[in-house]
């Protein structure tokens, strides 16, 4: 990455050699069908044809041709960021001392709607997963079809993988959203004093295994320059060793798997809830959330883990001890002893917002019991994001059943709800101002007050007294979940110090607003945007963060702008009828080929376009047709 894209990219390489990437594609990449192997060889193939047309966009020539094997790596290598490793590395790294992230708000939004919650006896499923919109984890709409007609499926693939990852065939979809089980342990090792290469387990010393990596970076023009890097590695945890000033630390983690594509691709093909659920059984994928529905009218809730066996005498959280062997994790519990399955709840419907998996729906009664569930340490039962509260009460509808206008309204909600995050801060900011009315310093502070104390709590395009908040309090509300220390800390110490926190936020945006748009109250429309980065087209948004339509945004002082950058972005409503006919509709924030690549303003207007799922109605909406030379390893 370093040696096309420059420095910045350098400790992506350097992650590749310490996790030993290449060891893990090596332990699974021939357990993998041929036609996965085929489907990998092909995506190489495209990649090949497309830089042999564009050479001039080929940042590194002599890196084609791409083989499966390199496509399985890419695969491989970023499953285990899904589970907070980046952050432990990133700590490490800055010389912190490493924390664990559990859970986070930032994320997704995903529901099922069973026929008896439905008016018409129909079932739905909405599937958004927020990506960024740009670079590797955006999303990329494709619809995939084999010749023998076993593979019929829609939805979303990231940059390198070549397989939905979320979406439908006829007869049954999913969505995914992160869950944040604790999948990654930290181990102080017990370091032989003055030694830098061995260390103490049971009262035995052991050395440090070394491998050495070549990191090549681009400087500028044709200049280069290669670094030779040493990565160490504990035999007895089986797992990397990062140095730091304080101590070394072995790094326990969920290593990536390549058969994660042969599950993904099963699941296309599956036709049934009993066949999906014999796929996700498999455990190749380490952690995931999942809503799932059918066209005979199932709808199912999934907390996946892939949990370590670890010892019931040892606390996991935190860092710990590395000088015994009593705490190291050696394989996995099974499916059944580490996830959590709700299937077809008699309250008529299942969510998912990055919340845990206890409440799923309304009611303790058709939840899932938590009583049993206190040993994985990994769940929390306290932890949930407004999309997740909103959804909830959306889809309950007071107990009434639901049209399909509810819906999709229930999709494109823009309330936050009371008891999220956002609602706590912007209390906080309210009952500090009229406790201390004398700490409102002038005009100005008190219209701050009146706009937060009549904003609806709305998010629409229209609304006037939306910006203020959402730009100050946003940024603070979207960490409210984390359960790391530090940035925890950061919303609690907001809480608790609204006037050192968050009236220097409002008062900031405010004077920002004032310099910009000459107002307080500006249009939200004006103020949230997003920009089309190949078309230059600037449309103005309503949503805003964990909200049912959410936008996450970075503010831009100069412009008085938030530009949005994540959230929202390929979402698709998905229903079958009581016959179980398929209906599909679906949108995109830029859209789905260079030709039709300007697709905001529909986005911004929440209007989403049919999927088509048979031919000729494919290839008669069809902007682009290729054919794909095969690639010698196919």
Known sequence: MAEALGAELAPVDWMF??????????????????PVQKMLAGYAAGMNHYAALHPDRALLPDLFPFTSRDIAAGIVFRAPFFTGLDVVIKDLMDKKVPTVIQHETR?????AV???????????LLINSHQPWDGPLSWYEAHLMTTDGKLNITGGLLWGCPFVLHGHNKDLGWAITVNMPDLVDVFKLDMVKGSSTKFVVDGERHSLQFREGMIRVNLFGPFRWNSKQSFLWSGVHNCPVIPSPHGYYAIKFVPGDARLGELFYDMGKASTLEEWNSIIKRQHISSMNWIYADKKGNIQYTYNAKMPKRSPKWDYHGVIAGNTSENIWLGWDQFEGSSLVLTNPKSGFVVSANSDPFRATHGTEH?????????????SDEFQTGRALRSVQLLHNNGKKLSEA??????????????????????????FAEDFPTELKNNTDREILRILKTWDRKMSRDNKLAPLPIMALGPLARIGGLFATGMKKKFDNALEKPDKVLWPALRNIGRTLMKTHGALEVRLSDVLRAINPV??????LGGGPDVMRCVYFKVNHTTGQGVGHQGDSLYMLVKWDKEGNLVSRATHQYGVSPKRFDNLPDFADLKLRPVHMHEPTISQHASDVYTVPPNQDQ
Not at 17 to 34: E, I, Q, Y
Not at 535 to 540: K, Q, S, Y
Request: glycine share 8%; net charge negative; aromatic share 6%.
């Open 114 to 124: 069973g026929p008896d919650k439905t008016e018409d006896g129909s079932t739905h």
């Open 107 to 111: 994320g997704s939004s995903a529901f």
């Open 17 to 34: 050699h310490l996790m030993r990437t290449t060891d893990a594609l090596d332990n699974t990449f021939d357990l993998l069908s041929k």
């Open 406 to 431: 509810d819906i999709e309204a229930a999709k494109n909600d823009d309330e936050i709800h009371p008891d999220s995050d956002f609602s706590r801060l912007l209390n906080a900011a309210i009952n």
């Open 367 to 379: 939840n899932l019991d938590n009583s049993g569930y206190n040993h994985f340490r990994h769940i």
């Open 535 to 540: 078309t230059g087209t600037n449309v103005g």
